[in-house]
């Protein structure tokens, strides 16, 4: 796995790109997260199957490719948004050896780089061609025309600021409340947060689904949960009830039934030392994988 940083007037929304060339190994499971990446394949494929699990209300989320049990053949071009479900990814069969880069946003972000709420996206994986057009079906063809990792870059450079000088919303106080409750979920009380920012509770109630895809309190919930399974696979803890405990949860039974009610499972069938996962180290300034995570290192 190899990554770079995004042109500099990308970084407030990219935290990275990050590519696989024809590598075999099978793809981590998907947890339910807040995350949002845009993958492009320029050889192979990926196919995404549900697993089960049920979403924050207890029921499976409607639309998209998380009602059946059959795989979905994703477009060699697509986005994934805020799920409330896991889900499995497998290498397309037949496809050929896979390769693809991929672009990690930051928290928030996606919402100046779409036409349509985030709130339409959720649970969902969407094409590139079906959210933005003609840009979206030339952003695969020119990325399988690119010449190696830094012609592929470029590529994804171009498109995403072509997509910011279209997209580009206002509300600045909406930025910072997604990213104040992203990066400090545990014990954060959603009426102070509206205070803080200057605005009403209700009306930040009402915006907050169409920026991130689901309303600030179930947002809150995602982040708590992916914050502390980051640290349980990243770092391997032997006891996960510290970590727990300062993520937010009251006890080791609440994590584990939230864990369950997100995932189907317990948490030592999905966080046990050796798992194969999507949360990568922090990168240093010339876009190496450094030592330790970051705020915005999920998927």
């Known amino acids: 796995m190899a990554f770079a940083r995004p042109a500099p007037g990308l970084t407030a929304l990219v935290e990275r790109y990050w590519w696989s060339e024809g590598g075999a190994g099978a793809l981590p499971r998907l947890l339910p997260g807040t995350g949002a ?33 059959s795989p979905t053949p994703l477009p060699a071009a697509h986005l994934v948004c805020l799920r409330r479900t896991p889900w499995s990814l497998e290498h397309r069969a037949g496809a050929g050896r896979p390769g693809f880069v991929a672009v990690r946003f930051r928290a928030g972000a996606l919402r100046h780089l779409v036409p349509a709420g985030l709130d339409e996206l959720a ?15 030339r952003l695969v ?18 498109f995403l600021a072509g997509l910011l000088e279209a997209h580009r919303r206002p509300e600045p106080w909406l930025d910072a409340a997604v990213g104040r409750i992203y990066r400090r979920p545990a014990g954060l009380r959603i009426d102070r947060l509206a205070e803080t920012i200057g605005v009403g509770p209700r009306h930040l109630q009402r915006m907050f689904p169409a920026a991130v895809g689901a309303g600030p309190k179930e947002f809150q919930r995602l982040a708590r949960f992916q914050r502390l399974a ?9 006891h996960s009830l510290p970590a727990a405990l300062d993520a937010g949860y009251y006890d080791q039974s609440h994590f584990t039934r939230e ?7 317990r948490p030592a069938e999905l966080l046990g030392p050796g798992r194969s996962h999507f949360y990568y180290p922090s990168l240093t300034a ?8 970051t705020q915005e290192e999920t998927r």
């Open 37 to 69: 990446e845009l993958w492009v394949h320029w050889s192979g494929g990926v196919d995404l199957r549900p697993v089960g699990g049920a979403s924050l209300d207890g029921s499976p989320p409607a639309g998209g490719p998380v009602d059946g049990r």
């Open 123 to 137: 649970d969902r994986v969407v094409g590139a061609e079906e959210l933005w057009g003609a840009p979206g079906r």
């Open 141 to 158: 063809e020119r990325v399988g025309a690119a010449r190696g990792p830094a012609e592929r870059v470029a590529v994804l450079d171009r």
């Open 230 to 238: 980051r640290l349980l696979l990243r770092e391997e803890q032997p």
């Open 259 to 265: 864990f369950r009610r997100l995932t189907g499972e």
């Open 286 to 293: 010339d876009g190496q994988a450094g030592l330790r995570p």
